[in-house]
């Protein structure tokens, strides 16, 4: 595993080489009391790129700020506390001096705090990864809740949510304390230190860490035997994605489990991924393992996974921005689980994948991949379930060695603008004669009725 990190590393590296960007870096403190919901946390910001002014500093919008200091020390003034301007998840500020927008320094220092509540027996009517979530037991903030502070690049549009680390994290009612990229440990304190770039998921609580060789989990209370057949299963996802990829999957996953804001039935689930965590609510880890067959209860399960793990890929090595951004994160992901989820199920599972598309699809109308121009504009079920279908229809005009050269050499151009001319690109390196694309581009890409996909399948 140590050399398949290094290589997945080296690779991760050299895409913040070739976008240009230094990777900033974090330290400071975070003091957490579980019972009152209540985050306070004093960071210092290193490292920064060289954005001029063409940046903004995001932050949860359920943070106040206490002090903003530039490279000097000085006490900074800042626009957006009030009349802001929402980004997402985060309130956008931009720190000023004399009523211009400073150029971003090396360095920024940021003290601030939030108090949030704690959900217990009511539930709150939602929950998702962008929302900073106390439920009595444990605490749950993933990078997309901004509770760390990201500069957002506003010439790419993109934020910078990868920080190498070196933070202290106080929680004197926390049995346990998790950084992403580190080693859960024990209360009430914990030093945690990470020199490869990470988005930070921070989870604490009471709660119990099972390790095991190529995987560590938070919160499941696996037996011996469930963990071992998790374990087995998520192996062979890794492996169909380094044969299919030609790159090692190079993370040691932790599986996180914990329990939504907003309730939950026995047949519900969600999830999200912070390379290397995937956390799950709703159904346990327990309740998807079968010891007597060796296999996930489920198909859907190794699907969810596959999805989930597809992100180390189309996520983290590649990281979408530009106007296929959805495109090239999730319909990828969702493609990649796909092909992993047949190599273990056999083709009846992507047969069954089609014909679920095609009960609820057959009316849906889209805009074409080649006339998009906004990221928004590819929905959640263009990005989940038409653009995936996209790829399988390109499977099957040009073969399915085609397509898996087109996703190894998307990966292997990381660092550059993810739009349609970015996939025309790829599809050129993958070897389709121009001739025949543009047959596919009018009878498949340019068409705005998505039941044509079906025709073509």
Known sequence: M???YFISLLVLINSFIVSG???????????????????QCNFNLSNLPNLGKQYKLLLYRGFNIKLLKNDTG??????GFYDDKLH??????????????LKLPERLSISYIGAFPVYSDTLNSYDFKGLIAFNGKTLRAAEQSKWYPIIYDVKNDKEILDVTYDINVQCNDCKTIYVNGAQAQSGPTAKFKSDAPRQLLLFTGDYSVQSLSNSTFLNANLTNDEAQVFNRNINTISEFYKAYLKVPYGEKITF??????????????????TIPTIAVAGKTFKSQV??????????????????EMGHYYFGQLLQPNSTLRWFFLESMAEFLSIKATEAKYGAIATKRYIDERKSFMGDWKIKPLSQISNPEEIGEGYRYDYAPLILLAMEKRFGIKAVQVFCQKSLQNAGNPTDYNFF??????????????????????????????????
């Open 74 to 79: 000085r006490v900074l003034r800042y626009n």
């Open 256 to 273: 996180l489990q914990h329990k939504a804001v907003e309730p939950y039935g026995p047949k519900r689930s969600w999830g999200f991924v």
């Open 2 to 4: 140590k050399s398949f």
């Open 424 to 457: 025309l690109s790829m599809v050129n390196k993958a070897g389709i004669n121009s001739d025949d694309w543009r047959l596919f581009e009018n009878q498949v890409i340019n068409q705005k009725e998505c039941k044509n996909i079906f025709d073509n399948l």
């Open 88 to 101: 997402g998840e985060a309130a956008a500020y931009l720190p000023n001096i004399n009523n211009d927008t």
């Open 290 to 307: 079968n010891t007597q067959t060796g296999l996930f209860t489920d198909t859907s399960n190794y699907h969810f996974y596959a999805h």
């Open 21 to 39: 960007q230094s990777v900033p870096h974090l330290s400071g403190n975070v003091k957490i009391t579980m019972s009152e919901g209540l985050i």
